[in-house]
C-alpha cells in the first residue's frame, strides 16, 4: 500500500531543525487529532463509552479490516484472568507514594512513540516501551522524582541522558515536550495529590488528562488517558471503581496479535505496506486498525465476561513473545502510541 510521505516524520525532523515557532509547528502537527465526522448515535458521556461507540461504528464501515468472527470465537481467553506480576527493575516501585505518582504520570506521559522504537537504543532484552520505563525507573532510584518545576525545564538533551538516547533523535524531543506540558498541567500541585483527586474514577481522569494536555487528545481512542487509570492499581496507588468500563488501550501491539491470531484481517495492500515494514501515516487505515482492534477486544469480553483491560494485558504480552515479534506489525509515528 503506498501511503506517501510521513508527515509525523516530517514534522519530527522539523523540531530538530527549526526555529522556536517550526518546533511549536511541529509538535501541534503530532498532536492534531483526525478529521473523524461526528458519531451519530449522541449519548455516551465517558471516554471509555465514547471510545467504545466510536469504535464499533468505524469497525462496521471499515474498508481496510475486518473482524474474523470465527476466529475470534476460537481464541482462548481463560490466561486473561491470571494477570502478570510486576516488573521490580524495569518499573519503578516504592515505598513513597509520591514518588510513585509521579514515577506514574511521567512513563504514561511518554508512553508513546511506537513508530521510532525500531531507530531507539534497546535496554537488554526489552522492547521499546520497556526500555523508556527502566530508563526512567533507575532515574527515580538514583536521584529522586523530577518536581513538576523540574519537569517544566527538561529538554531534549535532559531526558536522552536519562533514557540512553542520542540527544538528536526526534523522539526526544517530542518526549521533552510531553513532560514540560505535564509540568505545567501539575502547576503547584503534587503529582500524588492530582492522583488522590481522581482516584475513584479512572473516566473522571481520563477526562481531566485529555482537557489538559494535547498530547492525550487522541480522538476516538484516548489510549494513554485510559490506561493511566489501569496503572493506579497495577502500581498500588488506588482502584478506581470504574475500570473493568475501560476499553482496550488502543496501540499498534494488541492488533498485530490479534492479526497473527487470524482476527483481523487487512487489506492486501495494508498488510503488504506493512509486512514491508513502510510507515503508516495517521490516516484512515491506520485508525480502522485499531478501532478493530478495540471492538474485536469488546465483543471478545462481551463472550467471556472478562474485563476489556484484562484481556488487553494479556494480549500486549503475548505480543512480547518472539514468535510474535519476528513478524512486522503497523507502525506510525504519532504522540498518542
Same mark, same amino acid.
Given at each position: 500500500?503506498?501511503?506517501?510521505?510521513?508527515?509525523?516524520?516530517? %514534522?519530527?525532523?522539523?523540531?530538530?531543525? *527549526?526555529?522556536v515557532r517550526c518546533r511549536k509547528n511541529a509538535l501541534r502537527a503530532l498532536?492534531?487529532?483526525?478529521?473523524?465526522?461526528?458519531? /451519530?448515535?449522541?449519548?455516551? /458521556?465517558?471516554?471509555?463509552?465514547?471510545?467504545r461507540a466510536h469504535a464499533a461504528e468505524v469497525a462496521g464501515s471499515a474498508r481496510f479490516v475486518t473482524i474474523d468472527e470465527e476466529a475470534l470465537g476460537a481464541m482462548d481467553a481463560t490466561a486473561a484472568t491470571d494477570p502478570p506480576g510486576r516488573d521490580e527493575v524495569r518499573h519503578f516501585h516504592g515505598d513513597d507514594r509520591e514518588a510513585q505518582a509521579a514515577y506514574v504520570l511521567a512513563l504514561n506521559a511518554v508512553n508513546f512513540g511506537s513508530g521510532w522504537f525500531p531507530t531507539i537504543r534497546k535496554r537488554p532484552?526489552?522492547?521499546?516501551?520497556?526500555?523508556?520505563?527502566?530508563? =526512567? %525507573?533507575?532515574?527515580?532510584?538514583?536521584? *529522586?522524582?523530577? /518536581? %513538576?518545576?523540574?519537569?517544566?525545564?527538561?529538554?531534549?538533551?535532559?531526558? %536522552?541522558?536519562?533514557?540512553?538516547?542520542?540527544? *538528536?533523535?526526534?523522539?526526544?524531543?517530542?518526549?521533552?515536550q510531553a513532560l514540560r506540558d505535564l509540568g505545567?498541567? =501539575?502547576?503547584?500541585?503534587?503529582?500524588?495529590?492530582?492522583?488522590?483527586?481522581?482516584?475513584?474514577?479512572?473516566?473522571?481522569?481520563?477526562?481531566?488528562?485529555? @482537557?489538559?494536555?494535547?498530547?492525550?487528545?487522541?480522538?476516538?481512542?484516548?489510549?494513554?488517558?485510559?490506561?493511566?487509570?489501569?496503572?493506579?492499581?497495577?502500581f498500588g496507588l488506588a482502584e478506581p471503581r470504574d475500570l473493568d468500563d475501560l476499553t482496550m488501550f488502543a496501540d499498534n501491539l494488541v492488533p498485530h496479535v490479534l492479526r497473527w491470531s487470524g482476527v483481523l484481517v487487512y487489506d492486501e495492500e495494508l498488510?503488504?505496506?506493512?509486512?514491508?515494514?513502510?510507515?503508516?501515516?495517521?490516516?484512515?487505515?491506520?485508525? @480502522?486498525i485499531r478501532c478493530c482492534a478495540v471492538h474485536a477486544v469488546e465483543l471478545l469480553s462481551r463472550r467471556t465476561g472478562i474485563a476489556p483491560r484484562h484481556l488487553d494485558g494479556w494480549l500486549w504480552h503475548a505480543g512480547q513473545r518472539p514468535e510474535v515479534k519476528a513478524h512486522p506489525r503497523h507502525r506510525c509515528r504519532t504522540v498518542f502510541y
Open positions: 500500500m503506498r501511503t506517501g510521505p510521513d508527515p509525523a516524520a516530517d %514534522a519530527g525532523q522539523d523540531v530538530l531543525r *527549526g526555529s498532536a492534531r487529532p483526525v478529521a473523524w465526522p461526528p458519531m /451519530s448515535s449522541p449519548g455516551p /458521556s465517558t471516554i471509555p463509552e465514547r471510545v532484552h526489552s522492547s521499546g516501551y520497556w526500555t523508556v520505563a527502566w530508563g =526512567l %525507573a533507575d532515574r527515580w532510584r538514583d536521584h *529522586g522524582p523530577w /518536581s %513538576a518545576a523540574d519537569l517544566r525545564g527538561l529538554t531534549a538533551a535532559d531526558v %536522552a541522558g536519562t533514557l540512553g538516547q542520542p540527544a *538528536g533523535h526526534h523522539l526526544m524531543a517530542l518526549y521533552a505545567a498541567w =501539575l502547576g503547584k500541585r503534587r503529582a500524588v495529590d492530582v492522583l488522590d483527586a481522581h482516584a475513584d474514577s479512572a473516566a473522571r481522569l481520563a477526562d481531566a488528562l485529555v @482537557e489538559g494536555m494535547p498530547f492525550y487528545r487522541d480522538h476516538g481512542l484516548y489510549k494513554r488517558a485510559q490506561i493511566l487509570g489501569a496503572d493506579l492499581e497495577h498488510a503488504r505496506s506493512i509486512d514491508a515494514e513502510e510507515p503508516l501515516p495517521l490516516q484512515r487505515a491506520e485508525h @480502522e
